[in-house]
C-alpha cells in the first residue's frame, strides 16, 4: 500500500471528519448534551508501518507521529473539546474504521484521566 503526502492527508481529515461526527452524535444523542464523567483521552494508533519507510516518511510530513511504541498516532481526532472519554473514545473509533476502509491496521485507545 502507498499513498502520497497529499493521499493521506485526505484520508486523516476524513478520519477526522468521521470522529468529529461520532463524537458530536454521541454527546447529543447518547449523553443528551451533558459533558459528564468519566474524563479521559482518546486517540487513534496506526500500526504496522515503519517510519523509514516510503509510507512512513509521507506519513511523517502528512503530519502524523510516531508514538514511543512507534506506531503512528493521531490524539482526540474528533478535537471535540469535551472532558468525556466516553464521547472521546467515539470519535477514535471512527477514526480508526476510516484507516481500517483504507488498509490500515489501526485501533482507538483511551485511557482516563
Same mark, same amino acid.
Given at each position: 500500500m502507498? !499513498?502520497? @503526502?497529499?493521499? @493521506?492527508?485526505? #484520508?486523516? &481529515?476524513? &478520519?477526522?471528519?468521521a470522529?468529529?461526527?461520532a463524537?458530536?452524535?454521541? %454527546?447529543?444523542?447518547?449523553? /443528551?448534551?451533558?459533558? +459528564? !464523567? ?6 487513534v +494508533? @496506526?500500526?504496522?508501518? /515503519?517510519?523509514n519507510t516510503? %509510507?512512513?516518511? +509521507?506519513?511523517? &510530513?502528512?503530519? @502524523?507521529?510516531?508514538? !514511543?511504541?512507534?506506531a503512528?498516532? #493521531?490524539?482526540?481526532?474528533? +478535537?471535540?473539546n ?6 472521546k473514545?467515539a470519535?477514535?473509533?471512527?477514526a &480508526?474504521?476510516v ?7 489501526a !485501533?482507538?485507545?483511551?485511557? %482516563?484521566?
Amino acid at each position: 500500500m502507498e !499513498y502520497t @503526502i497529499n493521499e @493521506i492527508k485526505d #484520508i486523516v &481529515a476524513k &478520519a477526522k471528519t468521521a470522529a468529529n461526527k461520532a463524537s458530536r452524535e454521541y %454527546l447529543d444523542v447518547t449523553l /443528551k448534551g451533558e459533558d +459528564n !464523567y468519566p474524563c479521559g483521552f482518546a486517540w487513534v +494508533n @496506526i500500526h504496522g508501518v /515503519k517510519g523509514n519507510t516510503k %509510507l512512513g516518511r +509521507n506519513m511523517k &510530513a502528512a503530519g @502524523i507521529e510516531q508514538d !514511543y511504541t512507534k506506531a503512528f498516532q #493521531i490524539w482526540n481526532p474528533s +478535537n471535540v473539546n469535551v472532558q468525556n472519554v466516553d464521547v472521546k473514545e467515539a470519535g477514535a473509533q471512527a477514526a &480508526a474504521d476510516v484507516f481500517e476502509a483504507f488498509g490500515f491496521k489501526a !485501533y482507538a485507545g483511551s485511557r %482516563l484521566d
